[in-house]
């Protein structure tokens, strides 16, 4: 980068600038924030969503000593991305595409971050800045795209399961003929909620609790199979419950079946954790 192009500020970016530049994006991103915020109360799929803010929020405060202690090198190539948000912000409110108008303000912030203080905060906030993705609800074409064959999935595996367990039954697509009645596995049983949950939390469990990159990842990456998995289980107590009582595969008994259901693939990911620091410490003890 050549120093016509970088902005000379040796001075600590002002608190006042650093509120007035926030307070701006807030405004201008003030229908898209406020539309997510219905989602997220409304939308079952999006319920962590309030959480994503506050979590990336906890996260900067707590490395606050360390940002500040970076150089400050304010750069005119942050408004590359910042400009980018804004047309983006501009093309999807002339379309009424709410997934650009959402996305837009990642980007924004993003350069905002860039602009005022440099790569180095670019860089050490990146995290929290990634975490915010988890927020913004997908588009309705992704969505439609994954749900269904999750839900195909799950049902696969509830009838293998159910069929071990001797329980009569016959899959049609996404509903599975039971004695007691046919069992639809919808759009809300499809586990796309608890993927989206889980994944965002092992992002913040592995933040928290392991400093090893590779071990992050593949914390990350043994998501998918455990809520995969964990949704097929769901399934299939949904199914027994239903050949039992079918009053039970209803109501509270249904979402308290999620529930718990979610808190064991929470567990499954802590123990997979455990397993593979102690496994890497065997390897590394016997390679010594």
């Not at 912030?109 to 203080?117: E, F, I, R, S, Y």
């Not at 799950?154 to 367990?165: F, I």
Request: with cysteine; hydrophobic share 55%.
């Amino acid at each position: 980068m050549t120093p016509a192009l970088e902005l000379q500020a040796k001075a600590p970016v002002s608190y006042w600038r650093v509120g007035l530049v926030a307070a701006l994006i807030l405004l201008c991103y003030a229908p898209a924030l406020r539309s997510m915020a219905t989602d997220w109360m409304t939308n079952d799929d999006m319920g962590h969503g309030f959480f994503v803010p506050i979590v990336a929020g906890y996260i900067v405060w707590l490395e606050r000593e360390e940002i500040q202690a970076l150089p400050l090198r304010p750069t005119w190539w942050g408004l590359t991305p910042v400009l980018w948000g804004a047309a983006q912000s501009i093309v999807a409110t002339l379309g009424v595409e709410l997934f650009l108008s959402r996305s837009a303000l990642l980007f924004t912030l993003a350069g905002a971050v860039w602009t005022v203080a440099g790569t180095a905060w670019l860089r050490k906030l990146a995290f929290p800045l990634v975490l915010l993705i988890f927020m913004v609800p997908l588009p309705a074409l992704v969505f439609n795209s994954i749900t269904f064959p999750l839900q195909i999935l799950a049902s696969q595996l509830a009838e293998g399961a159910l069929r071990l367990l001797d329980i009569p039954v016959l899959r049609q697509g996404n509903v599975l003929q039971l004695p007691s009645g046919p069992l639809s596995v919808v759009e809300a049983c499809s586990g796309i909620r608890s993927l989206l949950s889980l994944t965002f939390l092992s992002l913040v469990y592995g933040y928290f609790f392991e400093k090893q990159r590779w071990v992050r990842i593949t914390l990350l990456a043994a998501t998918v199979p455990i809520a995969i998995l964990a949704n097929g289980g769901r399934v299939t107590i949904t199914g027994v419950l239903s050949t039992i009582k079918p009053e039970l595969a209803q109501g509270f008994f249904h979402e308290s079946t999620g529930w718990v259901i979610f808190l064991i693939a929470l567990a499954i990911l802590v123990a997979f954790h455990q397993a593979l620091v102690r496994g890497e410490r065997l390897w590394r003890r016997r390679k010594a």
